[in-house]
């Protein structure tokens, strides 16, 4: 009878145990499925306030923080002979402005550094500390993209190099000496390089998370739509950001007369805002399609993957020469206000706030008139490359005249537009070229161009801070061959996201999945294993 007992409590057991196997076997099954197809889980709206949030928190890093306020702090590095106390001076074109801020100018721009028998003035010391910053990011970018796209170290990349970025703005002013700047400048530029990379592809999960991928033709409207929406968001968010820290820039710098130490302040500040943005990293994951693939296994040549595709790698140069274009413009366009039209300071801070606050109002207006005209990325960017073509060629033509306020204000804002949709379409573009599970290796390339060209483009007005006409003239050029590229390139929207395989011919029956976003449930086929024990349990 015991044994007979025991067989029971056996026979009795069994039934409880085997749905718990079954089930886990299912879920099993349904995420290798989910994970073999592409799938992504839809986000919620607290992932993509999120991403908003880090947009905000890292878009005035390269607008604001390295190409204005790390420059000014070296400038307040050198010495400067004493002169006698004056209210106003006269500068080369005969106006005449007020000694401190024509001073200041002069500090940036003509006051010379020497390194290693060579010198540079502040301008040109920040833009040798930028291109080491990318030099040292170069490397570790294609090390990282592997671990981007197979593994689950996502998360921790991302928070890592944000803090590390964060942390290294704030001992930027503990030692008063231009010595120590090209390795602060270096590890911020570095950092910004890799966390925008992590947050680009974030935001290609994001959109495949929300109308699926494959689709059909007809369902890629769709899917512009919601890319477009994303990037431009952000980017307005962004320009917030940069905006906010802008004016803060300028409060700081004519509170007191130690500049350095007030300047220092904006660094800290800027480190702690960068910082905030992991808030945002540390609540949401998204491993990706090859999360259980080991990194290890993954060929060195993966980076380069994104030449199999000529549209993305197409698409970089249109990322490039924007970034050039719309860097050189600003910083040239600053540069002569303040030394050759002697703007005063109250109306400078009214051009930084109009150029980084007006596309919170023109950047969302965008999105219904690309959906009126039926645009996709690539026409989008052209018209941003029109818009720079156009305030370009007008600062170049009329570079000897002195410009009005009213003037400055209006080709600012439509710059900052411009600015704005060629960074949001060209982030749309990159995305809709890139594969399911390759996201990792394309967002590498589109934010190491991106940085490369901002570069340029301020070294190239820093060369040249007294001749407007030679860094408007050369971005009129650079805007003219980004459109060339785009219409003669064959760059295609449509065709890119066809190559990348996002998007199908034809509808295929029996597919196991239905359209996200229809209602109906996902159908995954069950492995032999687990339809047997099914089986057996009726």
Request: some cysteine; proline content about 5%.
């Amino acid at each position: 009878m015991g044994e007979n007992g025991e067989n029971n409590c056996e026979v009795e057991q069994a039934p409880s145990l085997k749905p718990r196997s079954v089930e886990h076997k299912i879920q099993r099954d349904e995420e290798a499925y989910r994970l073999f197809a592409g799938y992504e889980e839809k986000p919620t709206k607290t992932e993509v306030f999120g991403w908003y949030l880090y947009g905000m928190c890292s878009y005035f890093i390269h607008t604001v923080l390295i190409p204005i306020v790390f420059p000014l702090i070296l400038s307040q590095t050198v010495s400067w002979p004493s002169q006698p106390q004056q209210r106003l001076v006269k500068n080369s074109r005969g106006l005449e402005c007020r000694q401190r801020e024509f001073q200041l100018y002069e500090m940036l721009t003509y006051h010379k550094m020497k390194l290693f028998s060579v010198e540079f003035s502040a301008l040109e010391w920040t833009s040798v500390s930028w291109v080491i910053g990318l030099i040292l990011a170069a490397p570790i970018l294609g090390i990282l993209s592997i671990h981007l796209d197979y593994g689950r170290k996502q998360q921790f990349i991302s928070a890592a190099v944000t803090a590390v970025g964060a942390v290294f703005c704030l001992p930027a002013g503990f030692f008063k000496t231009r010595w120590i700047f090209p390795p602060y400048i270096a590890a911020v530029v570095a950092a910004n390089t890799i966390a925008g990379a992590c947050h680009a592809r974030h935001l290609g999960l994001m959109v495949r998370g929300l109308v699926g991928s494959p689709i059909r033709k007809s369902q890629f409207p769709d899917r512009r739509a919601v890319a477009s929406w994303l990037s431009l968001h952000s980017t307005a968010a962004g320009c917030l950001g940069a905006g906010l820290i802008s004016a803060f820039t300028y409060h700081m710098l004519g509170k007191s007369d130690d500049s350095f130490t007030s300047l220092w302040v904006v660094a800290i500040f800027s480190g702690l805002i960068w910082f905030i943005g992991i808030v945002h990293i540390i609540s949401t994951n998204r491993p990706g399609p090859n999360a259980d693939v080991p990194s290890n296994s993954v060929p060195k040549t993966h980076v380069i993957s994104i030449f199999e595709y000529p549209h993305a790698a197409g698409s970089l140069a249109g990322v490039f020469l924007s970034s050039f274009t719309t860097m050189c413009i600003f910083t040239g366009g600053i540069l002569y206000s303040i030394g050759d039209l002697c703007i005063t300071p109250v109306n400078i801070l009214y051009i930084w706030l109009t150029y980084f606050i007006f596309p919170l109002i023109s950047l969302p207006l965008a999105h219904p008139l690309q959906l009126v005209m039926r645009a996709d990325a690539v026409k989008m960017q052209l018209l941003g490359f029109i818009l720079s073509a156009v305030v370009s060629g007008f600062g170049f033509y009329y570079h000897h005249q002195n410009w009005n306020k009213v003037h400055i204000l209006i080709f600012a804002a439509v710059q900052s537009t411009a600015t704005g949709i060629l960074h949001a379409f060209g982030r749309v573009l990159w995305l809709d070229c890139s594969p399911a599970g390759k996201e990792g290796a394309f967002s590498v390339w589109f934010s190491w161009m991106r940085a490369v060209g901002t570069c340029a483009g301020f070294a190239l007005a820093s060369v040249y801070p007294g001749q407007i006409s030679k860094s408007f003239g050369i971005a009129f050029c650079a805007a003219i061959l980004g459109k060339i590229i785009l219409i003669f390139g064959n760059i295609s929207n449509f065709a890119g996201a066809k190559a990348a395989g996002h998007v199908r011919e034809h509808s295929e029956k029996g597919s196991p999945m239905t359209a996200l976003g229809s209602g109906a449930e996902m159908k995954v086929p069950l492995s032999t294993e687990v339809q047997e024990e099914v089986r057996v349990q009726l």
